[in-house]
């Protein structure tokens, strides 16, 4: 299985890029990963045409047999643990290619809900779409320690 994490615009604040990194780096020993930062659209009149645009680069992207996760503020809520068995259940059914999609400050357009396989909250809160990538590694990286069963989360 391969984690691909796509995130709309640049990661602008040098706190969250060392953050990001950090973690990347922790993960490409236990995943084949790719991140990627896509580029911001032309902002459109509406927030309606700006999330069109943007879904528009981003299913040019995909492939048909793409696992794509949406992070979005009414998706699935997991606790770790859980969130970590997500991943292997993933892995387990031998995915190619799992998209976690970070979308910009309007969220995701109807066209890329009705294409992801699933949605993942992280919070009922509201966080930054920078904040969410730091967040999201994160994450990820504390699902393989669990799955391996390596120190790093107190369970």
Excluded at 81 to 86: E, G, K, L, T
Excluded at 117 to 125: D, E, F
Aim: glycine share 4%; aromatic share 10%.
């Amino acid at each position: 299985m391969k984690i691909t994490i796509w995130a709309i615009g640049k990661t602008d604040e040098q706190y969250l890029m060392e953050g990001i990194s950090k973690y990347l780096k922790r993960l490409i020993h236990y995943v084949k990963l790719d991140y990627q930062e896509l580029k911001d659209v032309k902002p459109g009149k509406t927030p309606e045409d700006t999330l069109r645009s943007e879904a528009e680069v981003v299913a040019a992207k995909l492939k048909p047999d793409d696992i794509l996760i949406l992070m979005d503020e009414k998706g699935m809520s997991y606790d770790s643990v859980q969130f970590s068995a997500f991943i292997e259940k993933l892995q387990n059914q031998s995915s190619k290619n799992v998209i976690f999609l970070i979308g910009g400050a309007f969220g995701h357009h109807k066209i890329l809900r009705d294409r992801a396989n699933h949605l993942i909250s992280l919070s009922k809160m509201t966080f930054s779409h920078q904040m969410v990538r730091l967040f999201l590694v994160e994450q990820l990286y504390r699902s393989y320690t669990i799955i391996k069963n390596e120190k790093y989360h107190n369970i």
